[in-house]
């Protein structure tokens, strides 16, 4: 099950003949929004085994849509990397249509956000209830591509799912806790 999170940095650089865009996919330690019953924290060493490795491929799309690629981490048009704020990226724009249009909508401040579209694997992520509230650290993804986007959308993953049906009856267990607790 592919999940996909945003960022609201992004800008045009380079030249007229060679356009690049740049920004951060993801920023660590920043909390999410309400993903749906959940808040989320990307953890700084995420992306590393995947920026490490060859394994993966991540590409560089438009609104996650497979047919506007802009970038690919083996071609050499999309850079990805980590700093102490997140994961950065900067991509040579080819000369398309679809890049020429985008360039003027980020320029002009129409498009600002960037997304991450990722999987989990077994151990990549932890969950836990705090002050009645479920939260998920992600510890390590497997990248698949960034995306450039005008409406960045969090989506309620089946794999959110499935840990809010239990976490809703952790308050019944907090609960009974306390009364075990008491009668000691």
Same mark, same amino acid.
């Given at each position: ?14 030249? $007229? #003949?060679?356009?690049?865009?740049? !920004? ?7 909390? #999410? ?12 060493e995420a992306f590393t ?22 970038? &690919?981490? #083996?071609? !050499?048009?999309? $850079? ?5 704020? !997140? ?20 320029e002009r401040g129409d498009?600002? !956000?960037? #997304? ?24 390590d993804v497997d990248l ?16 959110? $799912? ?5 976490? &809703? ?8 806790? &306390? ?6």
């Open positions: 099950m592919h999940e996909r999170r945003t960022s609201l940095e992004l800008r045009v650089s380079g030249s $007229k #003949s060679a356009p690049r865009l740049s !920004g951060y996919a993801a920023v660590f330690d920043a909390p #999410s929004e309400d993903l749906g019953g959940f808040i989320e924290y990307v953890r700084r085994r995947t920026l490490k490795s060859n394994a993966l491929d991540p590409l560089a799309l438009v609104h996650h849509m497979p047919h506007l690629i802009l970038g &690919r981490r #083996s071609a !050499g048009t999309l $850079k990805l990397s980590q700093d102490d704020k !997140g994961l950065a990226f900067d991509i040579a724009l080819p000369d398309t249509q679809t890049a020429r249009e985008l360039a003027v909508s980020v498009v600002r !956000g960037a #997304s991450f579209a990722f999987t989990v694997p077994p151990s990549g992520d932890r969950w836990t209830l705090a002050d009645g509230k479920a939260m998920r650290e992600l510890l698949h591509e960034i995306s450039i986007t005008p409406t960045p959308a969090y989506v309620d993953t089946s794999v959110a $799912k499935r840990f809010l049906e239990n976490a &809703r009856r952790w308050p019944k267990l907090v609960g009974l806790k &306390r009364f075990l607790e008491t009668c000691q």
